[in-house]
């Protein structure tokens, strides 16, 4: 599973907010990824650098929207292709299928990967806000459809031990379990 972390400026309108940061990271190795998103637009309110301690000089040294996430979705993919490794080498009289360059071919480790993108409200607020992004930037939304969601709101919900399902108050509460 990969827990995807972004950041946005522009309010709560998932139409017109933009990501100023997106960070993955993989659970079952420790892999990273994090990058500053330059918005299309610098104009953020004053308490906005407060909340997301991105500066304006940080978000204009950064690469657009565009190119941070298909480096995002290239790091996922290399993430999931980590789980292919060569095959080993056979016993005696053991026959091996090989590639036309006299190598082994890939096998699937057993399960097969399965990307999963965990966010808090990312079924009604970072899910929207992307596939937004996506169009604004003229990418493909398909690029969405390849990974698995999990809403950490949702699983919050359902877990049903809490009064506030903010992040904050989460921690929180699991800090004095």
Request: glycine share 8%; charged share 20%; hydrophobic share 40%.
């Amino acid at each position: 599973a990969t827990c995807m972390h972004a950041e946005f400026c522009g309010g709560l309108d998932t139409t017109t907010c933009e990501v100023v940061e997106i960070a993955g990271v993989v659970a079952n190795t420790g892999a990273k990824f994090a990058t500053v998103v330059c918005p299309t637009t610098l104009d953020q309110p004053d308490d906005a650098a407060a909340v997301h301690g991105i500066t304006v000089e940080d978000m204009q040294s950064a690469p657009p929207f565009s190119i941070a996430f298909e480096r995002f979705c290239a790091f996922l993919s290399a993430s999931a292709d980590d789980a292919l490794e060569e095959v080993s080498g056979t016993s005696e009289g053991e026959s091996q299928d090989m590639t036309p360059s006299g190598v082994p071919p890939p096998a699937l480790c057993s399960p097969a990967p399965v990307v999963v993108l965990a966010a808090h409200n990312g079924m009604r607020f970072d899910g929207p806000v992307l596939v937004h992004e996506c169009i604004r930037h003229g990418l493909p939304i398909c690029h969405m459809g390849r990974f698995k969601w999990l809403d950490t709101l949702e699983v919050a919900k359902a877990h049903g031990s809490s009064q506030c399902f903010k992040l904050q108050c989460l921690v929180r509460d699991a800090a004095a379990d």
